[in-house]
């Protein structure tokens, strides 16, 4: 069964760090692409960061760059996203998700879940 669980939400204050980690299990190959989304208060759900399966190069979201950095560690099939100088509006809860294929390749097959994490900035 794919399972894939979030750790490392909760309440920072304005300009301070968090780190999210997602462990993800059941997967059979390492054909997978890791990313976070988060979906805030009354908005739709965006993506935040991915990391390509095929080179493992970075993507991320404008309102992120120089702040938020995702990294993937192989063995332990762990992805992290590390958050620095947070914002109130990066408050939000954050999703893992993965699917087979590159990051463009989202919505075309078959894509898995966590159950979300919330982060907090307060101002």
């Known amino acids: 069964e794919v399972q894939l669980v979030e750790f490392g939400g909760g309440l920072v204050q304005v300009g301070g760090s968090l780190s999210l980690s997602c462990t993800a299990s059941?997967?059979?190959?390492?054909?997978?692409?890791f990313a976070w989304f988060r979906q805030a208060p009354g908005k739709e759900r965006e993506v935040v960061s991915c990391?390509?399966?095929?080179?493992?190069?970075?993507e991320l979201v404008h309102s992120v760059k120089g702040r938020f950095t995702i990294s993937h560690d192989g063995p332990t099939t762990t992805t992290y996203l590390q958050m620095t100088d947070l914002k109130p509006e990066d408050t939000a809860i954050y999703y893992c998700a993965a699917w087979v294929g590159g990051c463009h390749a989202f919505g075309v097959t078959m894509d898995y879940w966590g159950k979300g994490t919330l982060v907090t900035v307060s101002s």
């Open positions: 059941g997967f059979t190959s390492d054909d997978y692409t």
């Open positions: 990391l390509n399966s095929s080179d493992r190069s970075t």
